[in-house]
Protein backbone atom coordinates (compact mmCIF):
# COMPACT_ATOMS: atom_id res chain seq x y z
CA UNK A 1 0.00 0.00 0.00
CA UNK A 2 3.18 2.26 -0.20
CA UNK A 3 1.82 5.52 -1.32
CA UNK A 4 -1.36 4.60 -2.81
CA UNK A 5 -3.59 7.20 -1.35
CA UNK A 6 -1.26 9.80 -2.83
CA UNK A 7 -1.50 8.29 -6.40
CA UNK A 8 -5.51 7.78 -5.73
CA UNK A 9 -5.94 11.80 -5.20
CA UNK A 10 -3.28 12.16 -8.79
CA UNK A 11 -5.19 10.27 -10.84
CA UNK A 12 -8.32 12.03 -10.87
CA UNK A 13 -6.50 15.05 -10.64
CA UNK A 14 -4.84 14.34 -13.82
CA UNK A 15 -7.81 14.63 -15.92
CA UNK A 16 -8.04 18.11 -14.74
CA UNK A 17 -5.06 18.50 -16.26
CA UNK A 18 -5.91 16.98 -19.36
CA UNK A 19 -9.49 17.67 -20.43
CA UNK A 20 -9.45 21.20 -20.71
CA UNK A 21 -7.71 20.00 -23.86
CA UNK A 22 -10.63 18.07 -24.96
CA UNK A 23 -13.47 19.12 -27.48
CA UNK A 24 -16.45 17.20 -28.02
CA UNK A 25 -19.26 15.60 -26.00
CA UNK A 26 -18.21 11.99 -25.34
CA UNK A 27 -14.45 11.85 -25.51
CA UNK A 28 -13.77 14.24 -22.44
CA UNK A 29 -16.44 11.14 -20.77
CA UNK A 30 -14.63 9.01 -21.99
CA UNK A 31 -11.41 9.94 -20.36
CA UNK A 32 -13.14 11.08 -17.18
CA UNK A 33 -14.57 7.42 -16.95
CA UNK A 34 -11.19 5.71 -17.58
CA UNK A 35 -9.41 7.76 -14.71
CA UNK A 36 -12.57 6.79 -12.56
CA UNK A 37 -12.42 3.25 -13.43
CA UNK A 38 -8.62 3.23 -12.67
CA UNK A 39 -9.30 4.95 -9.48
CA UNK A 40 -11.94 2.45 -8.19
CA UNK A 41 -9.40 -0.45 -9.20
CA UNK A 42 -6.50 1.11 -7.35
CA UNK A 43 -8.21 1.74 -4.17
CA UNK A 44 -9.49 -1.89 -4.34
CA UNK A 45 -5.60 -2.20 -3.41
CA UNK A 46 -6.16 -0.80 -0.56
CA UNK A 47 -7.74 -4.12 0.60
CA UNK A 48 -4.77 -6.45 -0.04
CA UNK A 49 -2.76 -4.70 2.21
CA UNK A 50 -4.70 -3.66 5.08
CA UNK A 51 -5.50 -5.45 8.26
CA UNK A 52 -8.87 -5.20 9.74
CA UNK A 53 -7.88 -6.34 12.98
CA UNK A 54 -4.88 -4.24 13.85
CA UNK A 55 -6.32 -0.75 14.57
CA UNK A 56 -4.89 2.53 14.01
CA UNK A 57 -4.03 4.13 10.77
CA UNK A 58 -2.47 2.31 8.06
CA UNK A 59 -1.32 2.81 4.76
CA UNK A 60 0.52 6.32 6.98
CA UNK A 61 2.20 8.84 4.42
CA UNK A 62 3.56 11.72 5.79
CA UNK A 63 5.59 14.95 4.40
CA UNK A 64 6.43 17.92 6.04
CA UNK A 65 4.86 20.65 4.16
CA UNK A 66 5.71 23.79 6.28
CA UNK A 67 7.90 22.81 9.36
CA UNK A 68 8.04 25.94 10.95
CA UNK A 69 4.28 25.68 11.36
CA UNK A 70 3.93 22.48 12.00
CA UNK A 71 1.90 21.50 8.92
CA UNK A 72 2.44 18.26 7.21
CA UNK A 73 1.06 16.59 3.84
CA UNK A 74 0.02 13.22 6.36
CA UNK A 75 -2.64 10.45 4.50
CA UNK A 76 -3.66 7.56 6.24
CA UNK A 77 -6.50 5.33 6.78
CA UNK A 78 -8.58 3.09 8.92
CA UNK A 79 -11.40 1.21 8.58
CA UNK A 80 -14.23 3.97 9.01
CA UNK A 81 -12.08 5.73 6.00
CA UNK A 82 -11.21 2.29 3.80
CA UNK A 83 -15.22 1.91 3.22
CA UNK A 84 -16.03 5.85 2.53
CA UNK A 85 -13.11 5.64 0.31
CA UNK A 86 -14.55 2.54 -1.52
CA UNK A 87 -17.88 3.81 -1.45
CA UNK A 88 -16.48 7.24 -3.25
CA UNK A 89 -14.81 5.41 -5.96
CA UNK A 90 -17.56 3.13 -7.08
CA UNK A 91 -20.08 6.02 -7.62
CA UNK A 92 -18.04 8.25 -9.33
CA UNK A 93 -17.75 5.81 -12.48
CA UNK A 94 -21.69 5.34 -12.89
CA UNK A 95 -22.20 8.97 -12.38
CA UNK A 96 -19.92 9.46 -15.25
CA UNK A 97 -21.52 7.23 -17.07
CA UNK A 98 -25.02 8.45 -16.39
CA UNK A 99 -24.22 11.59 -17.64
CA UNK A 100 -22.85 10.19 -20.67
CA UNK A 101 -26.13 11.23 -23.15
CA UNK A 102 -27.71 14.10 -20.83
CA UNK A 103 -24.79 16.23 -20.57
CA UNK A 104 -24.80 18.02 -23.71
CA UNK A 105 -22.88 21.46 -22.87
CA UNK A 106 -19.30 22.06 -21.61
CA UNK A 107 -18.63 18.53 -21.61
CA UNK A 108 -15.02 18.78 -20.33
CA UNK A 109 -15.99 22.20 -17.81
CA UNK A 110 -18.54 19.27 -16.00
CA UNK A 111 -16.12 15.68 -16.07
CA UNK A 112 -13.30 17.99 -15.12
CA UNK A 113 -15.16 19.03 -11.94
CA UNK A 114 -16.22 15.61 -11.42
CA UNK A 115 -12.86 14.43 -11.13
CA UNK A 116 -11.73 17.64 -9.12
CA UNK A 117 -14.55 16.63 -6.98
CA UNK A 118 -13.16 12.83 -6.63
CA UNK A 119 -9.50 14.00 -5.47
CA UNK A 120 -10.90 16.27 -2.84
CA UNK A 121 -13.52 13.55 -1.38
CA UNK A 122 -10.65 11.11 -1.27
CA UNK A 123 -8.14 13.26 0.19
CA UNK A 124 -10.99 14.48 2.80
CA UNK A 125 -11.05 10.81 3.90
CA UNK A 126 -7.51 10.16 4.13
CA UNK A 127 -6.47 13.01 5.58
CA UNK A 128 -4.32 13.15 8.52
CA UNK A 129 -3.28 16.59 9.17
CA UNK A 130 -6.04 19.21 10.14
CA UNK A 131 -4.64 21.90 7.48
CA UNK A 132 -4.41 19.50 4.65
CA UNK A 133 -8.21 17.98 5.76
CA UNK A 134 -9.49 21.73 5.02
CA UNK A 135 -8.09 21.84 1.92
CA UNK A 136 -9.46 19.40 0.65
CA UNK A 137 -12.88 19.99 2.50
CA UNK A 138 -12.60 23.25 0.34
CA UNK A 139 -11.73 21.91 -2.75
CA UNK A 140 -14.61 19.56 -3.01
CA UNK A 141 -16.73 23.47 -2.71
CA UNK A 142 -15.54 24.55 -6.03
CA UNK A 143 -16.54 21.53 -8.17
CA UNK A 144 -20.18 21.21 -6.59
CA UNK A 145 -20.29 25.49 -7.32
CA UNK A 146 -19.79 24.72 -11.00
CA UNK A 147 -21.66 21.88 -11.09
CA UNK A 148 -24.78 22.64 -9.60
CA UNK A 149 -24.79 26.45 -11.58
CA UNK A 150 -23.66 25.75 -14.99
CA UNK A 151 -25.73 22.22 -15.35
CA UNK A 152 -28.36 22.81 -13.06
CA UNK A 153 -32.21 23.89 -13.70
CA UNK A 154 -33.96 27.13 -13.93
CA UNK A 155 -33.16 28.53 -10.39
CA UNK A 156 -29.38 26.97 -10.62
CA UNK A 157 -28.20 30.29 -9.50
CA UNK A 158 -30.20 30.73 -6.48
CA UNK A 159 -29.25 27.26 -5.09
CA UNK A 160 -25.66 27.40 -5.64
CA UNK A 161 -25.43 30.68 -3.70
CA UNK A 162 -27.49 28.93 -0.86
CA UNK A 163 -25.25 26.10 -0.63
CA UNK A 164 -22.15 28.05 -1.36
CA UNK A 165 -23.47 30.13 1.96
CA UNK A 166 -24.18 27.75 4.08
CA UNK A 167 -21.03 25.47 3.97
CA UNK A 168 -18.51 28.62 3.89
CA UNK A 169 -19.87 30.25 6.79
CA UNK A 170 -19.45 26.60 8.67
CA UNK A 171 -16.36 25.75 7.05
CA UNK A 172 -15.16 29.31 8.32
CA UNK A 173 -15.98 28.74 11.56
CA UNK A 174 -13.62 25.29 11.60
CA UNK A 175 -10.94 26.78 10.30
CA UNK A 176 -10.84 29.25 13.03
CA UNK A 177 -10.83 26.47 15.36
CA UNK A 178 -8.64 24.40 13.67
CA UNK A 179 -5.79 27.65 13.50
CA UNK A 180 -6.51 27.97 17.48
CA UNK A 181 -6.06 24.43 18.31
CA UNK A 182 -2.65 24.17 16.48
CA UNK A 183 -1.64 27.18 18.22
CA UNK A 184 -2.20 25.32 21.25
CA UNK A 185 -0.69 21.91 20.61
CA UNK A 186 1.96 23.31 18.47
CA UNK A 187 1.04 20.66 15.79
CA UNK A 188 -1.44 20.18 13.26
CA UNK A 189 -1.44 16.40 13.33
CA UNK A 190 -4.09 14.53 13.74
CA UNK A 191 -2.70 11.83 15.96
CA UNK A 192 -1.53 14.58 17.99
CA UNK A 193 -4.17 16.38 18.62
CA UNK A 194 -6.02 12.50 20.04
CA UNK A 195 -3.26 12.66 22.42
CA UNK A 196 -3.63 16.11 23.73
CA UNK A 197 -7.63 16.74 23.84
CA UNK A 198 -8.57 20.91 24.45
CA UNK A 199 -9.84 20.70 28.14
CA UNK A 200 -12.22 23.48 30.07
CA UNK A 201 -14.41 25.92 28.08
CA UNK A 202 -12.61 25.78 25.07
CA UNK A 203 -13.62 22.11 24.49
CA UNK A 204 -17.24 23.45 23.92
CA UNK A 205 -16.43 26.26 21.75
CA UNK A 206 -14.15 23.72 19.53
CA UNK A 207 -16.80 21.39 19.28
CA UNK A 208 -19.52 23.94 18.32
CA UNK A 209 -17.13 24.94 15.26
CA UNK A 210 -16.40 21.50 14.07
CA UNK A 211 -20.18 20.52 14.46
CA UNK A 212 -22.05 23.47 12.80
CA UNK A 213 -19.78 22.99 9.54
CA UNK A 214 -20.39 19.15 9.55
CA UNK A 215 -23.80 19.68 10.75
CA UNK A 216 -24.59 21.97 7.64
CA UNK A 217 -23.14 19.24 5.56
CA UNK A 218 -25.33 16.55 6.90
CA UNK A 219 -27.54 18.42 7.23
CA UNK A 220 -30.01 18.47 10.32
CA UNK A 221 -32.61 20.56 11.10
CA UNK A 222 -32.83 23.91 10.88
CA UNK A 223 -29.34 23.97 8.64
CA UNK A 224 -31.16 21.66 5.96
CA UNK A 225 -32.41 24.58 3.79
CA UNK A 226 -29.45 24.27 1.50
CA UNK A 227 -30.48 20.45 0.50
CA UNK A 228 -33.62 20.64 -1.20
CA UNK A 229 -33.21 23.25 -3.39
CA UNK A 230 -29.74 21.97 -4.41
CA UNK A 231 -30.87 18.39 -5.07
CA UNK A 232 -33.49 19.79 -7.48
CA UNK A 233 -31.69 22.41 -9.62
CA UNK A 234 -28.19 20.17 -9.71
CA UNK A 235 -28.14 17.64 -12.53
CA UNK A 236 -28.71 13.96 -11.82
CA UNK A 237 -24.90 12.68 -11.33
CA UNK A 238 -24.78 15.96 -9.17
CA UNK A 239 -27.66 14.87 -7.20
CA UNK A 240 -25.91 11.56 -6.36
CA UNK A 241 -22.68 12.43 -5.28
CA UNK A 242 -24.19 15.35 -3.20
CA UNK A 243 -26.58 12.27 -1.30
CA UNK A 244 -23.92 9.73 -1.44
CA UNK A 245 -20.49 11.25 -0.87
CA UNK A 246 -20.86 14.82 0.31
CA UNK A 247 -23.52 14.30 3.08
CA UNK A 248 -21.60 11.62 4.30
CA UNK A 249 -18.50 14.09 4.67
CA UNK A 250 -20.78 15.38 7.59
CA UNK A 251 -21.54 12.05 9.57
CA UNK A 252 -18.01 11.12 9.33
CA UNK A 253 -16.90 14.24 10.56
CA UNK A 254 -18.63 13.88 13.77
CA UNK A 255 -17.43 10.79 14.12
CA UNK A 256 -13.64 11.38 12.63
CA UNK A 257 -13.20 15.08 15.05
CA UNK A 258 -16.05 15.58 17.35
CA UNK A 259 -16.32 12.75 19.56
CA UNK A 260 -12.59 11.57 20.16
CA UNK A 261 -11.12 15.28 20.29
CA UNK A 262 -13.98 16.62 22.12
CA UNK A 263 -15.74 14.18 24.17
CA UNK A 264 -16.37 15.79 27.64
CA UNK A 265 -18.32 18.39 25.25
CA UNK A 266 -19.95 15.41 22.99
CA UNK A 267 -21.34 13.34 26.19
CA UNK A 268 -22.49 17.12 27.24
CA UNK A 269 -24.10 18.31 24.28
CA UNK A 270 -25.27 14.47 23.27
CA UNK A 271 -29.02 14.91 24.44
CA UNK A 272 -29.31 18.36 22.46
CA UNK A 273 -27.53 16.73 19.08
CA UNK A 274 -30.31 13.63 19.73
CA UNK A 275 -32.56 15.94 19.75
CA UNK A 276 -31.42 17.55 16.13
CA UNK A 277 -31.45 14.20 15.18
CA UNK A 278 -35.03 13.34 15.55
CA UNK A 279 -36.13 16.61 14.65
CA UNK A 280 -34.83 15.87 11.55
CA UNK A 281 -36.10 12.98 10.91
CA UNK A 282 -39.80 13.66 11.42
CA UNK A 283 -39.35 16.77 9.97
CA UNK A 284 -37.59 15.66 6.89
CA UNK A 285 -40.20 12.24 6.35
CA UNK A 286 -43.29 14.81 6.75
CA UNK A 287 -41.83 17.60 4.47
CA UNK A 288 -41.43 14.55 1.96
CA UNK A 289 -44.49 13.30 1.95
CA UNK A 290 -46.03 16.62 0.97
CA UNK A 291 -43.78 17.11 -2.23
CA UNK A 292 -45.01 17.29 -5.45
CA UNK A 293 -41.48 17.26 -7.22
CA UNK A 294 -40.24 13.69 -7.13
CA UNK A 295 -36.60 14.71 -6.45
CA UNK A 296 -37.32 17.33 -3.96
CA UNK A 297 -39.45 14.24 -1.93
CA UNK A 298 -35.95 12.66 -2.27
CA UNK A 299 -33.97 15.17 -0.98
CA UNK A 300 -36.39 15.76 2.03
CA UNK A 301 -35.83 11.78 2.85
CA UNK A 302 -32.27 12.33 2.86
CA UNK A 303 -32.90 14.79 5.46
CA UNK A 304 -34.77 12.12 7.28
CA UNK A 305 -32.11 9.25 6.96
CA UNK A 306 -29.37 11.15 7.59
CA UNK A 307 -30.91 11.74 11.22
CA UNK A 308 -30.65 8.33 11.77
CA UNK A 309 -26.89 8.18 11.24
CA UNK A 310 -26.27 11.16 13.80
CA UNK A 311 -28.58 9.47 16.01
CA UNK A 312 -26.14 6.06 15.96
CA UNK A 313 -23.00 8.46 16.25
CA UNK A 314 -24.24 10.36 19.86
CA UNK A 315 -25.60 7.12 21.30
CA UNK A 316 -21.98 6.43 22.63
CA UNK A 317 -22.66 2.91 21.92
CA UNK A 318 -20.02 0.43 19.83
CA UNK A 319 -23.45 -0.94 17.24
CA UNK A 320 -24.66 2.80 16.99
CA UNK A 321 -21.20 3.95 15.62
CA UNK A 322 -21.50 1.07 13.38
CA UNK A 323 -25.06 0.98 12.69
CA UNK A 324 -24.09 4.63 11.28
CA UNK A 325 -21.36 3.89 9.10
CA UNK A 326 -23.45 0.69 7.65
CA UNK A 327 -26.52 3.27 7.56
CA UNK A 328 -23.92 5.94 5.74
CA UNK A 329 -22.99 3.27 2.94
CA UNK A 330 -26.58 1.76 2.39
CA UNK A 331 -28.11 5.54 1.60
CA UNK A 332 -25.89 6.07 -0.65
CA UNK A 333 -26.85 2.98 -2.70
CA UNK A 334 -30.52 3.17 -2.53
CA UNK A 335 -30.84 7.23 -2.99
CA UNK A 336 -28.38 7.52 -4.96
CA UNK A 337 -30.17 5.14 -7.27
CA UNK A 338 -33.82 6.88 -6.95
CA UNK A 339 -31.83 9.68 -8.39
CA UNK A 340 -30.29 8.17 -10.88
CA UNK A 341 -33.49 6.97 -12.07
CA UNK A 342 -35.30 10.10 -11.47
CA UNK A 343 -33.12 11.64 -13.98
CA UNK A 344 -33.43 8.45 -16.51
CA UNK A 345 -37.41 8.92 -16.38
CA UNK A 346 -36.87 12.87 -16.41
CA UNK A 347 -34.61 13.14 -19.61
CA UNK A 348 -37.40 11.10 -21.20
CA UNK A 349 -40.64 13.27 -20.18
CA UNK A 350 -38.50 16.47 -19.25
CA UNK A 351 -41.04 16.67 -16.01
CA UNK A 352 -40.68 15.54 -12.35
CA UNK A 353 -43.98 16.54 -10.49
CA UNK A 354 -45.87 13.46 -9.88
CA UNK A 355 -48.92 14.75 -10.80
CA UNK A 356 -48.09 14.12 -14.12
CA UNK A 357 -47.74 10.52 -14.23
CA UNK A 358 -49.68 7.35 -13.69
CA UNK A 359 -50.07 4.45 -15.39
CA UNK A 360 -46.11 3.99 -15.96
CA UNK A 361 -45.52 0.25 -14.43
CA UNK A 362 -47.49 -0.68 -18.22
CA UNK A 363 -45.38 1.74 -20.38
CA UNK A 364 -41.86 1.27 -18.78
CA UNK A 365 -41.94 -2.15 -16.50
CA UNK A 366 -38.40 -2.55 -16.24
CA UNK A 367 -37.93 0.95 -14.89
CA UNK A 368 -40.95 0.09 -12.15
CA UNK A 369 -38.77 -3.03 -11.20
CA UNK A 370 -35.92 -1.41 -10.62
CA UNK A 371 -37.58 1.75 -8.91
CA UNK A 372 -39.41 -0.42 -6.96
CA UNK A 373 -36.42 -2.33 -5.60
CA UNK A 374 -34.98 0.87 -4.68
CA UNK A 375 -37.97 2.55 -3.02
CA UNK A 376 -38.14 -0.53 -1.09
CA UNK A 377 -34.49 -0.39 0.04
CA UNK A 378 -35.19 2.95 0.89
CA UNK A 379 -37.81 2.16 2.89
CA UNK A 380 -36.08 -0.64 5.11
CA UNK A 381 -37.24 -4.04 3.48
CA UNK A 382 -35.45 -6.52 5.80
CA UNK A 383 -33.69 -8.36 3.42
CA UNK A 384 -32.77 -5.02 1.29
CA UNK A 385 -29.38 -2.72 2.54
CA UNK A 386 -31.75 0.06 3.74
CA UNK A 387 -32.61 -2.14 6.91
CA UNK A 388 -29.54 -3.29 8.68
CA UNK A 389 -28.01 -0.05 9.12
CA UNK A 390 -31.20 1.53 10.76
CA UNK A 391 -32.29 -1.47 12.87
CA UNK A 392 -28.50 -1.66 14.38
CA UNK A 393 -29.12 2.21 15.02
CA UNK A 394 -32.65 1.80 16.53
CA UNK A 395 -31.51 -1.04 19.30
CA UNK A 396 -28.10 0.30 20.13
CA UNK A 397 -29.53 3.82 20.62
CA UNK A 398 -32.44 2.34 22.66
CA UNK A 399 -29.76 1.33 25.04
CA UNK A 400 -28.75 4.81 26.25
CA UNK A 401 -31.64 6.86 24.78
CA UNK A 402 -34.93 5.08 24.95
CA UNK A 403 -37.40 7.54 25.03
CA UNK A 404 -35.81 9.78 21.62
CA UNK A 405 -35.11 6.05 20.11
CA UNK A 406 -38.79 5.13 20.11
CA UNK A 407 -39.92 8.57 18.85
CA UNK A 408 -37.27 8.29 16.44
CA UNK A 409 -38.96 5.00 14.97
CA UNK A 410 -41.85 6.99 13.80
CA UNK A 411 -39.44 8.09 11.29
CA UNK A 412 -39.56 4.78 9.57
CA UNK A 413 -42.86 4.34 9.35
CA UNK A 414 -43.10 7.51 7.70
CA UNK A 415 -40.64 6.51 5.32
CA UNK A 416 -42.53 3.75 4.43
CA UNK A 417 -45.45 5.78 3.58
CA UNK A 418 -43.97 8.48 1.54
CA UNK A 419 -41.91 6.44 -0.51
CA UNK A 420 -44.91 3.95 -1.27
CA UNK A 421 -46.67 6.77 -1.94
CA UNK A 422 -44.65 8.39 -4.36
CA UNK A 423 -44.26 4.85 -5.82
CA UNK A 424 -48.19 4.40 -6.48
CA UNK A 425 -48.96 7.67 -7.82
CA UNK A 426 -46.23 7.50 -10.49
CA UNK A 427 -46.36 3.73 -11.60
CA UNK A 428 -50.15 2.90 -10.67
CA UNK A 429 -53.42 3.98 -11.75
CA UNK A 430 -54.57 4.65 -15.23
CA UNK A 431 -52.20 5.65 -17.97
CA UNK A 432 -51.61 9.95 -17.97
CA UNK A 433 -52.55 11.35 -21.21
CA UNK A 434 -49.50 13.35 -21.23
CA UNK A 435 -47.26 9.81 -21.12
CA UNK A 436 -48.86 7.89 -23.12
CA UNK A 437 -46.15 7.98 -26.00
CA UNK A 438 -43.34 7.51 -23.57
CA UNK A 439 -40.15 6.36 -25.01
CA UNK A 440 -38.75 3.34 -24.85
CA UNK A 441 -37.71 1.44 -21.26
CA UNK A 442 -34.51 1.68 -19.90
CA UNK A 443 -31.23 1.71 -22.27
CA UNK A 444 -27.77 -0.56 -22.22
CA UNK A 445 -25.92 2.33 -20.64
CA UNK A 446 -28.84 2.50 -18.21
CA UNK A 447 -28.74 -0.83 -16.90
CA UNK A 448 -24.57 -0.60 -16.70
CA UNK A 449 -25.16 2.43 -14.25
CA UNK A 450 -28.34 0.79 -12.11
CA UNK A 451 -27.10 -2.86 -11.93
CA UNK A 452 -24.51 -1.95 -9.85
CA UNK A 453 -26.11 -0.22 -7.07
CA UNK A 454 -29.06 -2.57 -7.38
CA UNK A 455 -26.82 -5.85 -6.81
CA UNK A 456 -25.29 -4.13 -3.77
CA UNK A 457 -28.62 -4.10 -2.24
CA UNK A 458 -29.11 -7.51 -1.97
CA UNK A 459 -25.74 -8.12 -1.50
CA UNK A 460 -25.64 -5.75 1.70
CA UNK A 461 -29.45 -6.62 2.56
CA UNK A 462 -28.22 -10.20 3.06
CA UNK A 463 -24.45 -10.16 4.05
CA UNK A 464 -23.55 -6.86 5.47
CA UNK A 465 -20.61 -8.70 7.49
CA UNK A 466 -18.04 -7.45 5.25
CA UNK A 467 -18.91 -3.76 5.92
CA UNK A 468 -18.65 -4.52 9.56
CA UNK A 469 -15.53 -6.56 9.55
CA UNK A 470 -13.93 -4.00 8.16
CA UNK A 471 -14.96 -0.96 10.22
CA UNK A 472 -15.23 -2.82 13.79
CA UNK A 473 -12.22 -2.44 15.30
CA UNK A 474 -11.55 0.96 14.16
CA UNK A 475 -15.15 1.74 15.94
CA UNK A 476 -13.98 -0.10 18.96
CA UNK A 477 -10.67 1.94 19.23
CA UNK A 478 -12.25 5.02 18.40
CA UNK A 479 -14.63 4.38 21.40
CA UNK A 480 -11.48 3.71 23.48
CA UNK A 481 -9.87 6.97 22.77
CA UNK A 482 -13.43 8.32 23.97
CA UNK A 483 -13.34 6.60 27.04
CA UNK A 484 -9.39 7.30 27.95
CA UNK A 485 -10.01 11.39 27.26
CA UNK A 486 -13.27 11.48 29.46
CA UNK A 487 -11.69 9.18 32.41
CA UNK A 488 -10.59 11.25 35.10
CA UNK A 489 -7.99 9.10 36.83
CA UNK A 490 -5.08 8.61 34.25
CA UNK A 491 -3.66 5.48 36.26
CA UNK A 492 -6.84 4.18 35.85
CA UNK A 493 -6.80 4.88 31.88
CA UNK A 494 -6.28 1.33 30.35
CA UNK A 495 -8.00 -0.90 32.78
CA UNK A 496 -11.14 1.47 32.44
CA UNK A 497 -10.61 1.36 28.32
CA UNK A 498 -10.83 -2.42 28.18
CA UNK A 499 -13.62 -2.75 30.52
CA UNK A 500 -15.74 -0.33 28.91
CA UNK A 501 -14.81 -1.55 25.41
CA UNK A 502 -15.86 -5.05 26.33
CA UNK A 503 -19.18 -3.95 28.18
CA UNK A 504 -19.65 -1.66 24.82
CA UNK A 505 -19.40 -5.06 23.09
CA UNK A 506 -21.21 -7.05 25.09
CA UNK A 507 -24.16 -4.21 24.91
CA UNK A 508 -24.75 -4.04 21.14
CA UNK A 509 -23.75 -8.07 20.42
CA UNK A 510 -22.08 -7.00 17.06
CA UNK A 511 -18.78 -8.66 18.72
CA UNK A 512 -19.85 -11.57 20.52
CA UNK A 513 -17.48 -14.74 20.26
CA UNK A 514 -14.59 -12.11 18.86
CA UNK A 515 -11.54 -13.45 20.51
CA UNK A 516 -9.64 -10.23 19.95
CA UNK A 517 -9.67 -7.57 22.68
CA UNK A 518 -8.03 -4.28 22.12
CA UNK A 519 -5.43 -2.88 24.40
CA UNK A 520 -4.22 0.95 24.11
Not at 109 to 117: A, E, K, N, T
Request: with cysteine; net charge negative; aromatic share 12%.
Amino acid sequence: MHQILTLLICVPLAGVIILPFIKGQRPPAFIALFLSLVTFALSWTLLDGFDPQAGGFQAVESIAILPALQVSYKLGIDGISLVMILLTTALFPLVILGSLRTIDKHASGYYLSLLLLETGVIGAFAALDLVLFYVFWEIMLVPMFFIIGIWGGQQRVYATIKFVLFTMIGSLLMLVAILYMGSQTGSFDYEVWLQNPPQGEAAYWLFGAFALAFLIKVPVFPLHTWLPDAHTEAPAGGSVILAGVLLKLGTYGLLRFNLPLFPAASMELATFMLILAVIGIIHGAMAAAVQPDMKRLIAYSSVSHMGFIVLGIFSFTAGGLEGSIVQMINHAISTGALFFLVGMIYDRTHTRMMADYGGMGKVIPVFAVLFLISTLASAGLPGLNGFIGEYVILVSAYQSQPLITLIAVSGVVLGAWYLLKLYGRVFFGPISTKLQHMPDDIHVREVLVIAPLIAMMFLFGLYPAPIFDLVSKSVELNVSNYIINTNENPDDQQSSTEASAAELKTQTGLEQGSKDTHHE
